[in-house]
C-alpha cells in the first residue's frame, strides 16, 4: 500500500463529509471491512453506507478488496496509509480547503476525547505513553516548514512493531499558526 495520498480538490471535497472521514479511518486502523460492517459500526443503512464507499472509491482513497468476499459481499480497503495536504498544490485555502479541515478537526478532536476517556481503562503499561502537550514557538514561515517537514519525517520513520505487546498508537500532527493574533503587514 502506498504511504499517502494528496487529494486533489476534488478528493478534499469528497472527504470533508464527516461519514466519508470516518469510514477511510476505519479502513485504515481496522483493515477491509464490507458495506454492511461499516454500516453498522457508523449507525447507518447500507444503501449509504455503499453510496459513500463509492464516493471514496471514485477519488482513489479505497479499493475493492478483490482477495475477499464474493458479488454479493463485496469488501473495501484502504488505498494508502494516511492522507496529507499540501498547500502549496492547492494555491489558496478555499471554500473546499476548509471544509475537509473542519471536518479533520472535528473528528481529531472526537478521537481525542474518546482516547481521553479510556486512558484510566487502559492497561498498565500503556498509562503513560503519549502526551497531549503543546509547544508554541516564533518562527519565520520557512522554518514552520521546515519543522513540519523534519518531524513528518520522524513520525513517518516509525517502524510498525509485531513484538507482543505492540498495538496501534495514533499520531496527529496539528502545526499551524496560533488563531488570533494580529499580523503587521
Partial sequence: MPSSITPDIAGLRALSHPVRLRML???????????TTLAARLDLNTGATS???RQLAQHGFIEEDSERGNARDRWWRAAHESTRTDFREKGVVDSDVEAYL???AMLYADRMRAAVSEMAFLPEEW?????LSDWEVRLTPTQAEQLVQRLAKVIESADDSDADGAAPFVVN???FPRPGQRWSS
Fill in 25 to 35: 479511518t476505519l479502513l485504515r486502523g481496522e483493515g477491509p471491512a464490507t458495506a
Fill in 51 to 53: 453510496y459513500h464507499l
Fill in 102 to 104: 473542519t471536518t479533520v
Fill in 127 to 131: 498509562r503513560p505513553v503519549g502526551t
Fill in 173 to 175: 500532527l496539528n502545526a
